[in-house]
T-cell receptor, first 121, second 108 residues
C-alpha cells in the first residue's frame, strides 16, 4: 500500500519560504511516476503547483514558476516543495500526489492527507 | 486555451442520474481525470482515461468525452456521492496540468 506522508511547518511569515516534504512509503521514488504538488486555498478549488519525475525532470505551473522548486531525494525516498516570497495568497492546504502516468491522462492515484499552511506574521 | 470550465453547482435527486461536465480545448488531445473531494478530505481519483475506474470506485461512475467536453456521469446517485468534483487535464503544451474550478454536487 503506497502512502504519502507530508511534513513541514504550518505557519510561514510573509516574504519567507514555504518548505514541505513528502515521504513515500510502499513504493520507490525511482519508479517511473511523476510526483506532484497541489494546493487548495480556503474555500477554493484545486491548483496544480508542479511535478517531478524520478530522473529529476520538472514541470511547474507557469503562474508559480518563478517562485517554485521541486526536488527529489532518492536516498530518503521523498520529494520536496520550496515556494519563496510567500504572501497571504499562498495560504492553502498543500497536498502531494503520485501520477500513475497513463497515456493521454494523468491519474493521481495516491494523495497525502494534506498540510494546512498559513502565511502570517 | 488551457483552462477547464465546470459548472459551480449541480443537484440530483437520490437514485437519479447526473452528469457533470468539463469544457476545455485541451480535452480534444488529452483525457480528463476526475476527482471526488468530500469536506475535510483529500481528493480521490474516480475516473481516468476513457472511462477507467480505480479499484473501489462503484460502477455507477462513468466518464466520456465528446469534442472539447468531458463528462462524469453518476447513474443512480447515492447520498455518499455528495461532494465536490474536479476535472483535470494537461494543457496543449503537454507540460502543465490544470484543474477545472470544481462542481459541488448536492444529492437531494
Amino acid at each position: 500500500q503506497v502512502q504519502l506522508q507530508q511534513s513541514g511547518p504550518g505557519l510561514v511569515k510573509p516574504s519567507g519560504t514555504l518548505s514541505l516534504t513528502c515521504a513515500v512509503s510502499g513504493d520507490s521514488i525511482n519508479s517511473s511516476y511523476w510526483w506532484n504538488w497541489v494546493r487548495q486555498p480556503p474555500g477554493k478549488g484545486l491548483e496544480w503547483i508542479g511535478e517531478i519525475y524520478y530522473n529529476g525532470n520538472t514541470n511547474y505551473n507557469p503562474s508559480l514558476k518563478s517562485r517554485v522548486t521541486i526536488s527529489v531525494d532518492k536516498s530518503k525516498n521523498q520529494f520536496s516543495l520550496r515556494l519563496t516570497s510567500v504572501t497571504a495568497a499562498d495560504t492553502a492546504v498543500y497536498y502531494c500526489a503520485r501520477d500513475l502516468v497513463v497515456p493521454s491522462t494523468d491519474p493521481f492515484d495516491y494523495w497525502s492527507q494534506g498540510t494546512r499552511v498559513t502565511v502570517s506574521s | 486555451s488551457s483552462e477547464l470550465t465546470q459548472d459551480p453547482a449541480v443537484s440530483v435527486a437520490l437514485g437519479q442520474t447526473v452528469t457533470i461536465t468539463c469544457q476545455g480545448d485541451s480535452l480534444r488531445d488529452y483525457h480528463a481525470t476526475w476527482y471526488q473531494q468530500r469536506p475535510g478530505q483529500a481528493p480521490a481519483l474516480v475516473i481516468y482515461g476513457k472511462s477507467n475506474r480505480p479499484s473501489g470506485i462503484p460502477d455507477r461512475f462513468s466518464g466520456a468525452t465528446s469534442g472539447n467536453t468531458a463528462s462524469l456521469t453518476i447513474t443512480g446517485a447515492q447520498a455518499e456521492d455528495e461532494a465536490d468534483y474536479y476535472c483535470k487535464s494537461r494543457d496543449f503544451s503537454g507540460s502543465h496540468l490544470v484543474f477545472g474550478g470544481g462542481t459541488k454536487l448536492t444529492v437531494l
